[in-house]
């Protein structure tokens, strides 16, 4: 792959930018055109793990509604719009990280490949994280809160809407390892202050989990919380077994800045009292 000069005038850069968005558009295009004539075929796959909580026909296909005659379009689009979000993920991660290349230094752009795999990999391993293990879970609590008062009549557009929200939400948040590790790698924050602060970081998480789950379902909630929680842990492991002998580095700087930090203000705290006297 050509990779650019690290310097460039600034419209030369945003001429960059362009052309990679106008691949991406292009990509994206074609795969909704692709698609759109498949939706009947991904519409019964994306309700496979929840077609026990619908209404369904006597050939065991939902019994879907749709309330206007616009609505059979717009449900079709809507699924080729997302499937082709999610089939050209791997493009899109592509063009964004290429973009970014040139800024590296050349011992720093080895870890492109790794970086490009492990990203798409991940997004992947969410999707199909959210479609085996929490599709299912999160669509019985949120049917059974209607059970003995209301009668369920599902609309098509929703529940493809709601479904393929979560395994979007899912695909980008199963990406925090590659942030955690990069932001210790490239020292951004210090693995052992990112280690010190996991109080904050657990209540972090817990709180991105709820802002991502599409449903107010707290069963999603700590499913989701419960794998950040372990692909968090696992990207520290990961960083602390790259950087070695820097994190002991780091942990004793932090250490003496602490003792500094403490002694500057018992001192200060000392010519505050003398001058009082």
């Given at each position: ?98 973009f970014f290349l040139p800024a590296l230094k050349p011992n720093e ?17 969410g999707t199909i994280f959210c479609y085996l293990v929490i599709l ?142």
């Amino acid at each position: 792959m050509p990779i650019g000069p690290a310097r460039m005038p600034l419209f030369d850069h945003l001429g960059e930018l362009r052309m990679r968005f106008i691949r991406i558009v292009v990509c994206l295009l074609i795969a909704v055109c692709v698609f759109y004539l498949a939706t009947p075929t991904i519409a019964q796959f994306l309700v496979q793990p929840v077609i026990e909580f619908m209404p369904t026909e006597a050939d065991g296909s939902p019994a879907w509604i749709y309330r206007d005659a616009f609505g059979a379009f717009s449900v079709r689009f809507t699924i080729a719009m997302w499937s082709a979000l999610v089939a050209c993920m791997p493009v899109i991660i592509w063009q964004v990280l290429a973009f970014f290349l040139p800024a590296l230094k050349p011992n720093e752009r080895k870890w492109f490949i790794p970086t490009f795999a492990i990203a798409v990999g991940l997004f992947i391993f969410g999707t199909i994280f959210c479609y085996l293990v929490i599709l299912h879970p999160a669509f019985q609590w949120l049917t059974d809160q209607g059970k003995g008062f209301v009668t369920l009549l599902p609309e098509a557009k929703e529940w493809i809407d709601i479904i393929i929200k979560f395994e979007v939400g899912f695909g980008f948040a199963f990406e925090l390892p590659l942030i955690v590790f990069y932001l210790t790698i490239f020292e951004v924050v210090p693995y052992a202050k990112l280690r010190g602060a996991w109080r904050e970081i657990y209540i972090a998480l817990l709180v991105i989990s709820a802002f991502i789950t599409p449903d107010a379902s707290p069963v999603t909630m700590f499913l989701l919380f419960a794998a950040m929680l372990s692909l968090y842990e696992v990207s520290m492991l990961a960083s602390r077994m790259v950087l070695g002998n820097k994190i002991k580095k780091q942990k004793l700087e932090l250490e003496a800045q602490a003792k500094a930090d403490a002694e500057w203000e018992a001192e200060w705290a000392e010519r505050q009292k003398q001058k009082k006297k």
